[in-house]
T-cell receptor, first 115, second 111 residues
């Protein structure tokens, strides 16, 4: 079974703090993703990576950065946390997808509260 | 702009059939996915349609019409455990993974 783990289930930080969210997958997947999930808005893509040291902006990258130094690990960084970044953060991974498959495997999520 | 529209809530009874519709307007389209998420849990993959037509996986089926920018998820023989949120998502990239999600449909299955 594919396993995607996230470093914390719940996290409380103060405004202005630098926050690191870690994600690790154990299936040698090339692709990794960070989403945030807010009620009524579904999941929104923040950043993704198709390979080590490679990153691309998603739909809402402002206020975030990422790091992928090893294939299995993808980190999301909030340089200076703000209250509007209070959310559920979900990490996902997938293999390189052909035209007829597209399966992402999600971690359990980190619920971040910024005070 | 890019958008996906799906109903916010659907209620049905055990044993019934329910259809959750999804219409989309996106720049770039490679296929339509469906994910299930139980309360407090991680989203899990249900199905993916790259071509027009119906894909069946057990009690769940998914349909796509690219010309109509429309798809649906059909759940048959509903069970209480099917109570969850269901998200449609459009794949925008050739390499896969670049998904844009709908806001989700909360399905409540009643006894």
């Amino acid at each position: 079974d594919v396993k995607v783990t996230q470093s914390s289930r719940y996290l409380v930080k103060r405004t202005g703090e630098k926050v690191f969210l870690e994600c690790v997958q154990d299936m040698d997947h090339e692709n990794m993703f960070w989403y945030r999930q807010d009620p009524g808005l579904g999941l929104r893509l923040i950043y993704f990576s198709y390979d080590v040291k490679m990153k691309e902006k998603g739909d809402i990258p402002e206020g975030y950065s990422v790091s992928r130094e090893k294939k299995e690990r993808f980190s999301l960084i909030l340089e200076s946390a703000s209250t509007n970044q209070t959310s559920m953060y979900l990490c996902a991974s997938s293999t390189r997808q052909g035209p007829f498959t597209d399966t992402q495997y999600f971690g359990p999520g980190t619920r971040l509260t910024v005070l | 702009g890019q958008s996906l529209e799906q109903p916010s809530e659907v209620t049905a009874v055990e044993g019934a059939i329910v259809q959750i519709n999804c219409t989309y307007q996106t720049s770039g389209f490679y296929g339509l996915s469906w994910y299930q998420q139980h309360d407090g849990g991680a989203p899990t993959f249900l199905s993916y349609n790259a071509l027009d037509g119906l894909e069946e996986t057990g009690r769940f089926s998914s349909f796509l019409s690219r010309s109509d920018s429309y798809g649906y998820l059909l759940l048959q023989e509903l069970q209480m455990k099917d109570s969850a949120s269901y998200f449609c998502a459009v794949r925008r990239g050739n390499q896969g993974g670049k998904l844009i999600f709908g806001q989700g449909t909360e399905l409540s299955v009643k006894p």
